[in-house]
C-alpha cells in the first residue's frame, strides 16, 4: 500500500536502493563472519551449535522489532527490560500457582503487561511531550522496582513450573528451537507489516521529519502511542521467553538487556534519528552480534579480550557502515536532483 | 539564599530555579521521613558518594549540548582508573599516574570524538561500541583482581575531609562547576556548542569549525571521566575491572537530562546539572535514612524525572501563551545565547 | 517572606504527595522510636536475590530471639560502589552494628572504617570485606574445605578423569575466586591427576550470559566432562543447558546452587549432587554474632567463643574469622528436606 502525497513515499525509489545496498552490506560481514569462524572455530559450523544461536538470538530479535517501529518514529525505548522482566516474573508467577493455566494464557498475560507498560511509555512521550529518551530512562527505574516490589524478593524456580513448561526451550520443530519460530513469526509480521501496512508506513513518514508528516495530516501522536505500545507489548513477549528460557525468575531478569536489543537495532541499519530502517536488516544484525560472540567463545578467547574485541567489532561495523552510506547517498544524490528530505540533518529550522 | 530567591522571581520559569524549589521541597520531605537529616554532618556529606556522577555528567552536558551523546563514559572512567592504580603499583609516582590516566581518558574520548566529528558515525552508534570495548581494555589491564592501598595523599582529593567534617571532594565538584561553568556560558567555543547543537547546518555555514569542535567535546567528556577515576579511586579508596559497570550510566544521564540539558542539544547548564546532583543525593540520603527500600529509592528517582519534566513542560506551556519562547527543538536559533545563563550563578 | 514560604509549602506538598503515591504502603516509615535491644543493619549485595532474602529469614529470627532489631536494606544491583551510601546513611541513624556481605571487600572499606571510628561495630558475613575495615567476619564454610569439596564432587562423578570447565561470577568476585584458587590447588593431588581444568568462563551472576557461557563450554569442548559453577546462578544456568542438550550423564554439573532452585535437575537425575551450607542459619549467626559483640561477650580475639543461640558454640579463629555454617552437600535423598 502506497500513501500517495506524503514526502517520505516521494523519495521511496531512492530509499528503498539505499536500505538494500545496507542489508547487503550486514549481509556480507556476517557471511564472512560464518565463513572465518568455520574456518578457524571448532564445531562452529554445526547443526547444535546454530541451533544455540538461533534459541540466543530470539529474544533479541523479538524485542528488536518492536523497538525498531520506536527507533523509525526518532524515538527510543530504554525500558524493555525493565518490561521483560516485570512480564517474566508475572506471567511465570501465574503459572506456578496455578499450574492449569494454559502457557498460551501465560504468554497472553506477559504480552498484556507489555502492552499496559509500552501505553504508558507512549503517553508520557507523545501527550506529555517528554523526550523518549528521558521518559523511557525513568521507566527503566520504575518498572523495575515494580517487578521488586510484584515479587517481594520472592522468585520462581523451574520445580513450581509445569513439566510442559520446563520443555518448551528444548523443544525443535523442524529443527529449529521453539523460540527461534516464535522470533521467525514476529519477525515476519513485523516486517510485513512495516513494508505494507499504511499506519505503520507513518512510523517513517513521522521519523523522516514530524513537522512535514503532522502537516500531511498524519495522526503523529495516535502513531507514536502505537509504536510504543507494540515495542512494550512485544518486550512483554521477550519477557515470556525469557521465562520459558531459563525456567526461572527473578529481580534480575532480562535487566540491562535493552542493551542487546538497541546494539542489535543500530548495527542493523536502523537510523538512530528515525526515518529509515528494516526488520531483514534489525535481523540480520542481531544474528551478527550473536555470531560474534558465540565464535569469539569457541576459539576459546581469553574473557578479558573478548569483551574489548566484542566492542571493537561493533565500532567497526557502524563506522564502515557509515562510510557506506555516505558513499551510497552522495552516488544517488549526484544522479538524481536532490529531491528528497536530508536524512541525516536535523530538519530545518 | 537571597539571591537564589531574586533569581527565582525574576524567571521563575528558569529551570535552575525550579530545581531550587525541589531541592528545598526534597529537603521539607527527607526532614519528615527521619530526624537524622538535618544534621551538619549530614548535610555536608550527603552528595560525597555522588561527586564521581556529577563529575562525568559534567563532561557529558558538553557533548550533550552539541546535539551528540557519549554512553561510553563509565567506560573510560574505568580505564583511567585501572591505569592509574596499575601505574602506581608498578612503581610511579601517583601524581604522575594520575597524570597518564588522564591522558589516556582524553585518547580514548578522542577516539570517540574522531569517529564522530571525521567519520561522521552517529554518536550513539559509536559509543555503545566502545562502552564495551573500554570496558574490556579495563579488564585486559587489570584482570580479575583489585587494586588498594594508594597514598593517602592522593586518596584525600575524593575521600578526605577538612576537619573531619566537610569533605574534600564536594569543593573539587564546586571547582569544576565554577572553571566548566565559565567555558561553557562564557567562552566562544561554549557558544559554538550552543549553535552546533540547535542546528548544525546553520553553524557551519557560520563559519564554525564544526567538525574540531565536536572532537573537541568528546576529549572534554573523556578528560572529565579521567578526574572521576581521580575522586571515584580516593573515595573508595581501590579500583576493579568492573568499576561503575552497573546503572552508574544511568544515574549520569539522569543527572544532566533533569539538570535540564535538552537530550536533542542547543540548551542546558552546568548549574542546572549541579542542581540536580544535589537533588538527586538529598533524596537518596533522606529515603536510606528512612530505610526505604532500594528499589522504591529507585522508583522514586525514575518518578521524579518524569514529574519535573512533565511540570516543566506545564509550565512552559503556560508561559509560552505569553511569551514568544518555546524551548521546541527547532525553534532556537539566537535564542541560545540570551538563554544561556552567566557565571554569576555558578557558585551557589 | 510568606509568600516564599507558601511556594515552598506548595512544593512540598507536591513532592510528598508524588512520594507518597509512589511508596504508599511499600516502605517501612523512617521510625525514630527507641527499642530494648540492639539496632542492627544487614546490608547484602543487592536486595531481591533469593540467597540474600534467606539470610534475612534468619537473620530476623535471630533478633526476635535476642529482642533486636534487625533492618534489612541495600541496592537493587550487586555492585560494591552503591553499598556504600548505605553504609554511612546507617551509621548517621545510629544504628549499633552494621553486618555486610562485602561486593567488593576494598570499595566499602573506608565506609566501614568511618563506621568503625564512630563506635559502629562492623561484621561482614559470606564475603568479607578488608580485614581492617570490620571486627569480625563471619564466614561460610572454609573456603579450601569449599574448593577441595567441589572438585571432589565433580571428580567421583567422573571417575577422576577428564576435561572440565568452571562457570564462574564475574571475573572480580572475591569468594569464586578463593575458591577457584583451591580448585586449582586440589588439582595438584595424585587423586586428580587426570582431570584438567581447561577454561574459567564468566557468566557474570546474569542468567543470559550464564546460559550463554554454558553452551559455548559444551560446543567448543567436545570432550567436556563436567562443569563446576560455584555460584547459583551459574550452576543453574549449566543444569539447565545440560538437561537441554540431553547431556546430563555426559556433562556433569556441579557446583554451589541453592536447593529449591536445583531441586527439579536433582529429582529429574540430571544433577547428582552438588553444595550449599544453610543460608538461614548463615544470617542466623551472623546476628548472633553481632549481638555477642556489642553485648560484650566477644572482643574479636581469637580463640574467645560465644553460644549462637539455637546453634551452640561458636569460636572465633585466626584474623576475626569465624566459621558459622559447616559446608552441606545436597543429593536426591536430602533436597526435600532443605526448605531454603
Redesign the interface.
Known sequence: MKAPGRPAVSAQTLVSAVFRLRELGIGIALLLTVVLFSVRATNFATVSNWQDIASDVAVVIVVAVGETMVVLTRNIDLSVGSIAGLSAYLSAETLSTHHGVPIVVMALIAVGVGLAAGLVNGLLVAVGRIPAIIATLATLSIYRGLVFQATGGDYVFPNELPQSFQNLAAEKPLGLPFLAWVALGVALVGGAVLRWAPWARDFYAIGSSPEAARLVAVPVVRRVITAFAISGALAGLGGFMFAVRFANVDTNTARGFEFDVITAVVIGGVNVFGGSGTILGVTLGALLVATIDNGFTLLKFSEFWKIFFEGTAIVVAVTLDALLKGRVQDALRRRRRPASIPREQEAPA | MSPVVGLARRAIVRWEALLVVMILAAGVWSWTLSSFFLRRANLLDLATPYIFIGLVAFGLTFVVVAGEIDISVMSIMAVAAVSIAEIWSAGVDVWLAALAGLGVAVVLGLANGLLVGLLDVPSLAVTLGTLAAYRGLAYVILGGSSISGLPTGFTDVGGGYISNELPDALLVLLAFALVLGVLLHATRFGRYLYAIGSTREVARFSGIPVARVRVTIFAISGLMAGFAAIVYLGFFGSVQADAASGSELIDVVTAVVLGGVDIFGGSGSILGVLLALILIAVLRNGMQLANLGGATQDMVIGGLLVAAILAGNVLRGAQSRGLPWTRARYARKEVTQAETPGVHSSGT | MSR?RL??LL??V???A??AG??AG?????S?KVQAGYKIFLLPKQ????VF?TNNQGAQEAAKALGDKV?Y??????????Q???I??AV???FNAIIISAD???????ALKRAMAKGVKVISYDSDA?PNARNLFVSGPDQKAVGFAEVEWLGSQIGYKGDFAILSA????TNQ?AWIGYMKQALKLPKYKNMKLV????GN????KS???A??LL??Y?DLRGIIAPTTVGI??AA?VV????KCSAVRVTGLG?P??M???V?SGCVLKFGLWNEKDFGYVAVQTAHALLAGKLTGKPGQSFVAGRLGKRTVGKGGVIIGVPPFAWTKKTIDSAGF
Open positions: 516564599k511556594r515552598l512544593a512540598a507536591a513532592v510528598v508524588l512520594a509512589l511508596t511499600l516502605g517501612n516509615a523512617g525514630t536486595i531481591g536475590q533469593p532474602n533492618t536494606n541495600g541496592p537493587t544491583e550487586a555492585v560494591g560502589s552503591k556504600v551510601p548505605f554511612d546513611t548517621r541513624q545510629g567488593d571487600p576494598n570499595a566499602v572499606a573506608p578488608a564475574t571475573a572480580t568476585a575466586n577454561k574459567i568462563a564468566y551472576d546474569n542468567d543470559t546460559l550463554q557461557e553452551q559455548g560446543q567448543a567436545p543453574a544456568a539447565r538437561s537441554q542438550a540431553k541453592l529449591s532452585q531441586k527439579s535437575y529429582k
